[in-house]
């Protein structure tokens, strides 16, 4: 599920008269240390955006790519939650942490005795679809409650292992006992958990002492821009920075409305196939420049799925 910052109490603390409709994308590199909906309500307030969402939560451990949704752009945000992502990881073999990461009280220190070439098995050994058993500190629900308030109430709840894909792992840089790694994996992984289990079979335990997102659904870091240097930005270089809601669309063929169409189409209704560019599946629906939302083409139609607000759709 797409976070976003648009509840009753958030709404209360800014003041209705300085919201603004501001709508596209921002690439924010995010710190270690803040959580992933601190750095969005950062945004959120420097944009005084009406509507704010981020496209998939980094732990507060670790840094990087970020992409923040403003505006319609939430409506599409969740194109990147199914994006594959890519990380670099640094793994420290020898000691085993209660949450599989450096945040985590100390439960096993163990000798770090195998070699770079055995590593490199052990890395290729874990390349591929997988099912993975999700941290007991993690976010994920159980009747209801979080998997870590259930473990500060010390209550053992089962997690069900979840299917996820491994496409690479390569190592970059090995110095006893910490392996940096390039990670390229489907959304759903933990790496923290993926790095423990690099250390259970290696037969020492680790965790993960570092990770910063490095990639998302085709977006890098490297176009990304850190809260402190928007900070010392006025509003038109801010919105000059936003890229349009479209770029989450990218991936999906395109169908292109005429106007009387188009209008059909943002009001709700299935409209006439327009031909054969527009093959059966999803699609990004277009009229002119703009996007104006997603559809389903099948049975001769071209069915609304998502849709682009109207200019007038500003949350009160």
Known sequence: MVETVDTPVAAAATNARERRRV???LLVDKPAG???NAVLGHVRRLYRAARAGHTGTLDPLASGLLPVCLGAATRYSGMLLDAPKCYVATIRFGVAT??????GEITAVRPVTFDEARLSAALAGAVGPQLQVPPK???LKHAGRPHYAWVRAGIDVPRAPRAITVYALRLVEWKAPD??????????????????????????????????????????VKDAVTTE?????????????????SVLVSHLPRVDLDRH????????????????????????????MTLIGTGEVGGGLLRPRRLTPAL?????
């Open 137 to 139: 500190h993690s976010a």
């Open 23 to 25: 709508d596209g994308v």
């Open 261 to 288: 169409a188009a209008r059909s189409f943002r009001n709700g209704q299935a409209v006439a196939n327009p031909g054969a560019a527009a093959a059966p599946g999803l699609c990004a629906v277009f009229d002119g």
């Open 34 to 36: 803040p959580s992933s």
């Open 98 to 103: 209660t949450t599989a990461d450096a945040e």
């Open 229 to 245: 240097a928007l900070e010392s930005l006025d509003e038109a270089a801010r919105d000059r920075l936003l890229r349009p809601a």
């Open 312 to 316: 007038d759709d500003v949350p009160a």
């Open 179 to 220: 392996a940096v790694v390039d990670v390229e994996c489907s959304k759903g992984t933990y790496v923290r958990a993926l790095a423990e289990s690099l250390g259970d079979a290696l037969g020492c335990g680790g965790h993960l002492a570092a990770l910063r997102r490095t990639g998302s659904g085709g977006f890098d």
